[in-house]
């Protein structure tokens, strides 16, 4: 009886004891700063083409950092390189084009101009004539009203005259209106000349667009690295043919990762955006690294079907994240740490 006694007397101590100690850790719970448990995230870039071609190099070591500007992957665009080609031998033609035509145009308005002149000379002529003519007939009229005395010789020289000089003025005219004519021909050769030239212009954008866009897509070939970061991974190998648009190359940005915690319905009121955070990562137990509260979801996860109960209203959790620098590469992605809020004075 006594034994019995004494085991019953054992295990009420132990229970009692395992009471005391989960209440200890409760209370010591409800009194540490609000946290949680997080993994380390950071910022993944997935690198792709917007070509199809196959693999034809790769030339860089996943797991590595690499540098913005490194070449990572090379394709093999025999196709993007001749359409290149192609496309700056139509642009240089179109451009000789262009240039004719912007000659002709120039040499159609000389012309022009040219005519127009005569013109203006052939008309100013005529009118000289015309009123050397008037002066002529007029002269003959004289004559020939004056008496017996005035020689016939000298009568039909006025006639000769005046009637040469209106051949002059007539053949004078006929210049001018010749002029005109090819004056006009001219300003219809300009205006059509400007229309080729307008159309050469457009024809040689079009074509400089052309090897704009072929010139992009000769150096989608080669796929560099934007920024800074860890070269995650190469999915495809050496000879595949990859489809244009599927991922090449995966960066992780380090230089500046995030954790995702969860805190409880009762501490979410602890976490806002711009609070200090303390991390503490496995791998470095010793090191604590600083971050910032950088948003609180505003939707509660892992939400019960019915919320009735204070028990019930406490296994909400909503989920925060936490951005933190890291310039020495540290925290990798993946690693668990621990995160806290420490309380503020």
Aim: charged share 25%.
């Amino acid at each position: 009886m006594r034994r019995i006694v004494t085991v019953v007397v054992i295990v009420v101590v132990a229970l009692v004891a395992l009471l005391g100690v989960r209440l200890w850790v409760q209370a010591a719970a409800r009194n540490a700063p609000p946290g949680g448990s997080g993994e380390i995230e950071g910022t993944s870039i997935d690198l792709s083409a917007r070509v199809t071609a196959r693999v034809a190099a790769l030339k860089a070591t996943k797991g590595l950092l690499v540098k913005a500007g490194d070449v990572l992957v090379e394709l093999d665009c025999s196709d993007q390189a001749a359409a290149l080609a192609e496309a700056e031998a139509r642009l240089a033609a179109s451009r000789a084009q262009a240039l004719g035509a912007a000659t002709t145009v120039d040499a159609s308005r000389r012309t022009r101009e040219a005519a127009s002149a005569s013109q203006e000379a052939a008309r100013a002529q005529a009118d000289a004539l015309a009123a050397q003519r008037d002066m002529a007939r007029r002269e003959a009229a004289r004559l020939e009203a004056i008496p017996e005395d005035v020689s016939l010789s000298a009568r039909d020289r006025a006639r000769s005259a005046a009637e040469q000089l209106g051949q002059q003025a007539a053949a004078a005219q006929s210049q001018a209106r010749a002029s005109a004519e090819q004056a006009q021909a001219a300003a219809l050769t300009t205006q059509a000349s400007g229309a080729q030239a307008t159309s050469s212009a457009a024809t040689v954008k079009a074509s400089e667009e052309t090897v704009r866009r072929s010139r992009l897509l000769a150096d989608e070939c080669v796929v560099r690295a934007p920024r800074d970061a860890m070269l995650e991974d190469l999915p495809h190998e050496v000879g595949e043919l990859v489809p244009a648009g599927q991922p090449l190359a995966r960066l992780v940005d380090i230089g500046e990762v995030k954790a995702t915690f969860y805190l409880p319905n009762a501490e979410v009121g602890a976490a806002r955006p711009g609070r200090l955070a303390v991390v503490v990562a496995d791998a470095y137990p010793d090191r604590k690294f600083e971050g910032t509260v950088t948003s609180v979801s505003a939707k509660a996860e892992f939400t019960p079907r019915n919320i009735q109960t204070r028990t019930d209203r406490d296994r909400l959790v909503y989920p925060v994240e936490v951005r933190l620098k890291n310039p020495d590469g540290a925290l990798r992605p993946g690693m668990p740490v621990q995160v806290t809020l420490p309380r503020e004075r």
